[in-house]
C-alpha cells in the first residue's frame, strides 16, 4: 500500500486520525522495514543513547542544528522492538526543520496518536524512546548554547578568595 518513493505518508496528526488498525500496522512495519536515517550524523550537535531496560531497547539519536537553528538532520542508531525502532525512524522524519524550543514542546500524546494509539499503547515506553532521547538531547544542547550565549564566566578549580 505504501511505497518508499513517498515515505512522509502520515506525517504528523495531518492523516493520524484517518489511519485504521491495518494501516497503522502498515504504517509501523514500513518503518520497521524500512527505516529512514539509521546510520551515524558526521558532526552531530546532538548525541545521546535512551533505552528501556523492559524491552532491550537501547537508541542513540544524534541531531545537527542549521546555523537558523532548525534541525538539518535528525538519525538514529541502535536496537529496539518493533515499536520503538520504528517510532525512531519516524522521529527522524517529523523532528527535521524544528528548532530546539519546538522539540522540546512536542507531545508523547500525538506521537502515541500518529503511530496508532491502538497499536502502541500498552508499549508507550517503547513508543516514546526516541522523542525522550531526542528532547533530552536537544534540551542540554539548548541549555549548552543559552549559557554560551550568556557569556557566564568559566568554571574554576580554585576555591574563591575570602
Not at 551515524?40 to 523492559?54: C, R
Not at 529496539?80 to 519546538?102: D, F, K, P, Q
Request: charged share 25%; glycine share 6%.
Amino acid at each position: 500500500m505504501y511505497s518508499l518513493e513517498s515515505p512522509n505518508i502520515f506525517f504528523a496528526k495531518e492523516n493520524a486520525n484517518s489511519m485504521d488498525r491495518q494501516e497503522a500496522i502498515e504504517f509501523l512495519m514500513d518503518h520497521y522495514e524500512n527505516p529512514r536515517n539509521n546510520s551515524p550524523l558526521d558532526h552531530p550537535d546532538v548525541s545521546l543513547t535512551g533505552g528501556n531496560p523492559g524491552c532491550a531497547d537501547l537508541i542513540t539519536m544524534h541531531a545537527r542544528f542549521d546555523k537558523d537553528g532548525k534541525l538539518e538532520a535528525v538519525h538514529w542508531e541502535g536496537e529496539g522492538c518493533t515499536i520503538s525502532s520504528a517510532a525512531a525512524s519516524y522521529v527522524t522524519e517529523i523532528t527535521r526543520g524544528l528548532t530546539a524550543e519546538e522539540v522540546e514542546n512536542m507531545s508523547f500524546e500525538d506521537l502515541i496518536e500518529d503511530l496508532g494509539r491502538e497499536l502502541v499503547m500498552t508499549r508507550p515506553t517503547c513508543a516514546t524512546l526516541a522523542l525522550g532521547t531526542l528532547k533530552k538531547g536537544v534540551h542540554e544542547y539548548h541549555m549548552r548554547q543559552r549559557a554560551a550565549a550568556a557569556h557566564y564566566p568559566a568554571e574554576s578549580s580554585e576555591a574563591p578568595s575570602s
